[in-house]
């Protein structure tokens, strides 16, 4: 199946590069919050010959835009692909504030500066750091680190860590999925960097992470913060816990963090329990009858990443998963977002952050590792006496290390 999956990777990366890339961005319309996804985005879907004015710029898009590209770089060895990632990590750069954040693009939330942005970007500007050994890119995740840890911060209970969503709101509810996308841009920078110091708010996350996660192994979406707020453990479970538990294995697979594998292993056990027959993810642990697409596509890559690091033996659940995913393609290359929403409805637009999701997420298939650093796990395998486990670098280097204060 996987020359079926890089088939319809490269014809998604077509499709978005005839209708969404201008220069170095991908733009286009996005599912948003608040009434544009509960109802607008159906209306706009239903009356497709108005002109709406709802193209933005997500970081996240460009982040997997960029792991994409360089994973067909990797695969098809075309220098084509190299330049387009190179390109959307320069627009990122381009459009980073000096003091290192990105603003919002969603309007209902203009002016904020949200994590998963940042971090998002960070991770995209890092793999295109790794590939070019370009050092302004580098310099970029570098200055947004900077601004995590000074403006964004964590919201600490004991030993535990929960980063915040936005800069400038400190006492937010606590978002355990902000927390895993933290843990897989800090391995990374600490990985490329050959520094362990930036791992040093993991062992504390790792700590709320552990304490949230329910028996079921499901990581509830949002707990109360330290000034109030509400539980709310149930909301598009699946994919946020398959994005999660995607985030521990880059995480243990680049640091070898032992503390991180319990909770894998619990989360692949609770994602199991979301795959429909037909291989769609369930859409929320209430809501059995939405499917969306870019759900299936990284409950896939949560099983398939799974197998690759040698966690067990996941390759009929990702199967299933990408079966559906491949089934869902139309004829331009495309994907539809959802069907069976509200039972009734479905979202039929062409959004460009979760197209250049489901591209990467494909990709994953066609190759046994991403790049990660070699040197350091070379590094590793002298410094800890042949230890070959993954991240053995860090982890030998972090041995008596605790890293960045907060």
């Given at each position: 199946?996987?020359?079926?999956?890089?088939?319809?990777?490269?014809?998604?990366?077509?499709?978005?590069?005839?209708?969404?890339?201008?220069?170095?961005?991908?733009?286009?319309?996005?599912?948003?919050?608040?009434?544009?996804?509960?109802?607008?985005?159906?209306?706009?879907?239903?009356?497709?010959?108005?002109?709406?004015?709802?193209?933005?710029?997500?970081?996240?898009?460009?982040?997997?835009?960029?792991?994409?590209?360089?994973?067909?770089?990797r695969q098809a060895g075309r220098a084509e692909y190299e330049d387009?990632?190179?390109?959307?990590?320069?627009?990122?750069?381009?459009?980073?504030?000096?003091?290192?954040?990105?603003?919002?693009?969603?309007?209902?939330?203009?002016?904020?500066?949200?994590?998963?942005?940042?971090?998002?970007?960070?991770?995209?500007?890092?793999?295109?750091?790794?590939?070019?050994?370009?050092?302004?890119?580098?310099?970029?995740?570098?200055?947004?680190?900077?601004?995590?840890?000074?403006?964004?911060?964590?919201?600490?209970?004991?030993?535990?860590?929960?980063?915040?969503?936005?800069?400038?709101?400190?006492?937010?509810?606590?978002?355990?999925?902000?927390?895993?996308?933290?843990?897989?841009?800090?391995?990374?920078?600490?990985?490329?960097?050959?520094?362990?110091?930036?791992?040093?708010?993991?062992?504390?996350?790792?700590?709320?992470?552990?304490?949230?996660?329910?028996?079921?192994?499901?990581?509830?979406?949002?707990?109360?913060?330290?000034?109030?707020?509400?539980?709310r453990p149930h909301y598009q479970c699946f994919q946020y816990n398959?994005?999660?538990?995607?985030?521990?294995?880059?995480?243990?697979?680049?640091?070898?963090?032992?503390?991180?594998?319990?909770?894998?292993?619990?989360?692949?056990?609770?994602?199991?329990?979301?795959?429909?027959?037909?291989?769609?993810?369930?859409?929320?642990?209430?809501?059995?009858?939405?499917?969306?697409?870019?759900?299936?596509?990284?409950?896939?890559?949560?099983?398939?990443?799974?197998?690759?690091?040698?966690?067990?033996?996941?390759?009929?659940?990702?199967?299933?998963?990408?079966?559906?995913?491949?089934?869902?393609?139309?004829?331009?290359?495309?994907?539809?977002?959802?069907?069976?929403?509200?039972?009734?409805?479905?979202?039929?637009?062409?959004?460009?952050?979760?197209?250049?999701?489901?591209?990467?997420?494909?990709?994953?298939?066609?190759?046994?590792?991403?790049?990660?650093?070699?040197?350091?796990?070379?590094?590793?395998?002298?410094?800890?006496?042949?230890?070959?486990?993954?991240?053995?670098?860090?982890?030998?280097?972090?041995?008596?290390?605790?890293?960045?204060?907060?």
């Amino acid at each position: 199946m996987s020359d079926q999956r890089e088939s319809a990777a490269m014809r998604v990366h077509r499709y978005l590069v005839a209708n969404h890339l201008q220069g170095g961005a991908l733009i286009g319309p996005d599912p948003g919050v608040r009434f544009n996804y509960r109802i607008g985005r159906f209306i706009k879907g239903y009356l497709p010959a108005l002109q709406w004015r709802d193209d933005l710029y997500y970081l996240q898009g460009q982040g997997y835009w960029v792991l994409g590209n360089l994973a067909l770089a990797r695969q098809a060895g075309r220098a084509e692909y190299e330049d387009l990632a190179i390109a959307a990590a320069a627009e990122m750069l381009a459009r980073q504030r000096p003091d290192g954040a990105w603003v919002y693009p969603n309007p209902e939330w203009h002016g904020r500066v949200a994590n998963a942005e940042g971090s998002w970007a960070a991770i995209g500007l890092l793999a295109a750091y790794r590939r070019t050994g370009q050092t302004r890119f580098l310099e970029g995740a570098l200055r947004w680190h900077h601004f995590l840890i000074e403006c964004v911060g964590f919201q600490r209970t004991g030993e535990q860590l929960a980063v915040n969503y936005f800069a400038g709101w400190p006492d937010d509810e606590r978002v355990p999925n902000n927390s895993g996308f933290v843990l897989h841009m800090l391995a990374d920078l600490a990985d490329a960097t050959g520094d362990p110091g930036y791992l040093g708010p993991c062992r504390g996350m790792l700590a709320f992470m552990e304490a949230v996660q329910m028996p079921s192994g499901e990581f509830p979406y949002a707990l109360a913060g330290t000034g109030g707020g509400a539980d709310r453990p149930h909301y598009q479970c699946f994919q946020y816990n398959a994005f999660q538990c995607f985030d521990l294995m880059r995480y243990w697979e680049l640091t070898g963090e032992e503390a991180a594998l319990p909770l894998i292993k619990q989360g692949l056990r609770f994602l199991k329990t979301g795959q429909a027959a037909d291989g769609h993810a369930r859409y929320d642990c209430t809501d059995e009858h939405r499917a969306v697409t870019y759900h299936a596509a990284v409950l896939g890559a949560a099983f398939l990443k799974a197998g690759q690091i040698g966690l067990g033996d996941y390759s009929q659940e990702a199967d299933r998963a990408y079966r559906y995913v491949l089934g869902q393609q139309r004829e331009d290359g495309s994907f539809p977002h959802s069907q069976g929403d509200y039972r009734l409805l479905g979202d039929r637009r062409s959004y460009p952050r979760y197209l250049a999701m489901i591209l990467y997420h494909l990709m994953l298939s066609t190759a046994a590792r991403e790049d990660s650093g070699g040197a350091t796990a070379q590094r590793a395998g002298e410094a800890a006496g042949g230890d070959t486990r993954p991240g053995a670098a860090v982890a030998a280097a972090q041995d008596g290390r605790e890293g960045t204060e907060l």
